[in-house]
Each structure stands twice: as structure tokens, then as C-alpha cells.
């Protein structure tokens, strides 16, 4: 199928963000007194909004959820954001997507004020018609949240959903494209767990950049 529509998830789908995001998680719970040096044990952080995986993950209050996304935030915003690379390939499948007269758009639930500066920092936000990032005043926005607000910049019409696919890593990407009447295309090379995508549902699933290349424009 030829999509007239493509958002992208950011963090594990366009850019390996996974260094800056768990050396923020350490310092955010050496603050609230529960260190943990074992990375592989912060790997459900990725891709999920901070605030509900402080509270699923680490089983915190409200208000100890909210104390340990500021201290996260404390360094991700002076350091952690750019933690971070772009993923071989991202570039020139851009490229060839927005050649062929797609629009593009990213979709993710890391605050949009990071959003900018990340995709800016590495000349990427040239290719996108929208950017939709999660409000950081706000807690609990949910993945169709910001896709709802990404289509919304595209100028989608209700017509238009058949002509768009949701691409991400993560469950929350698939959940949150069916919430909007979105196919999702899953990315294996990001940060989901052995099974997941298929498990929640992902229409297909691609395991490398060109891989997704020739399913967007094949």
C-alpha cells in the first residue's frame, strides 16, 4: 500500500536515546533514595511516559512520581537529551519519504520542548510537516494523546486515516495508533522485549531501517 501519512515514534524508532534516557532514570532515583546500577533493570523507562512507569515500575505516590520525573528532568534537559544518536539509515529513509511526496510526522511522549531540540540538534526536523510531543505541564497524556495532536498539525481529515500508518518500538505506539484508527508498524530494532509487538497487535513488523524503507515505498 502506498500511505500518504507516516508518523514515527522518536526514541527506539528514529534515534537510540537509550543511554541518556536510563543515566537520567539512575539519577532521578539516587535522588529519591532507591539507586539502581543495574541498566537492564530500567529498560521498561524507555518509550513509556516517565510519570507512569515512576509509579508502575517503582511503585511510587503521586507525589514521589512527580519529585523523581523533576529530577530526571534535571539532567536530561542540560545533558541527557543529547545522550543520544541517530540510527543508521534514518536520514536517507527520510529522505526518499518526503522525495516521494509524504508527509511526515513524529508522534512521541517525551515532552515536545525536548522534542524540538533533539530532532533540531540533529537536522532532522527539515523533513517533518508536524511535531507532536507530550505537554510537559501535563501528566498522564497518553500516546493517542499526541498522535491525535500529530494528526491534527497534518491537517488530517477523517478520510485521511486510511492513507496513514502509526511506526514505533513499543506496545504503547501500537495501543495508541488503534486508539486513533491507525495501522502500526513495528521497529524490532528498538526497545520493545521479544514478542511484544506482535503480541499487541502491530500489522507488521520490520527488524532494520531498509527493511521499513521497502515497506513504506514498495
Not at 96 to 105: E, K, T
Not at 115 to 134: M, P, R, W
Request: glycine share 8%; net charge negative; aromatic share 10%.
Amino acid at each position: 500500500m502506498q500511505w500518504k501519512f507516516i508518523l514515527f515514534d522518536l526514541d527506539g524508532t528514529l534515534t537510540d536515546s537509550k543511554p541518556g534516557i536510563l543515566r537520567c532514570v539512575q539519577y532521578a532515583l539516587e535522588a529519591c533514595g532507591c539507586p539502581e546500577s543495574d541498566e537492564t533493570k530500567l529498560y521498561p523507562f524507555i518509550g513509556p511516559p516517565l510519570y507512569d512507569s515512576f509509579r508502575h515500575f517503582c511503585g511510587m505516590s503521586d507525589e514521589q512520581a512527580t519529585f523523581a520525573v523533576g529530577k530526571y528532568r534535571e539532567r536530561f534537559g542540560k545533558i541527557g537529551m543529547f545522550e543520544n544518536a541517530i540510527y543508521d539509515g534514518v536520514p536517507s529513509l527520510l529522505t526518499d519519504l518526503r522525495d516521494a511526496g509524504l508527509r511526515l510526522a513524529v508522534a512521541t511522549s517525551k515532552p515536545e520542548i525536548y522534542t524540538l531540540q533533539i530532532l533540531a540538534h540533529f537536522h532532522l526536523t527539515e523533513y517533518f510537516h508536524a511535531i507532536a510531543g507530550s505537554d510537559i505541564q501535563k501528566e498522564g497524556e497518553m500516546k493517542a494523546d499526541v498522535i491525535r495532536i500529530a494528526m491534527q498539525r497534518l491537517k488530517m481529515t477523517s478520510a485521511d486515516v486510511a492513507d496513514a500508518v502509526m511506526i514505533g518500538d513499543r506496545k504503547h505506539d501500537v495501543e495508541g495508533a488503534h486508539a486513533c484508527g491507525l495501522p502500526c508498524i513495528g521497529v524490532s530494532y528498538g526497545y520493545a522485549p521479544e514478542g511484544e509487538l506482535k503480541a499487541f497487535g502491530a500489522s507488521s513488523i520490520v527488524a532494520t531501517i531498509d527493511e521499513l524503507k521497502q515497506v513504506l515505498l514498495h
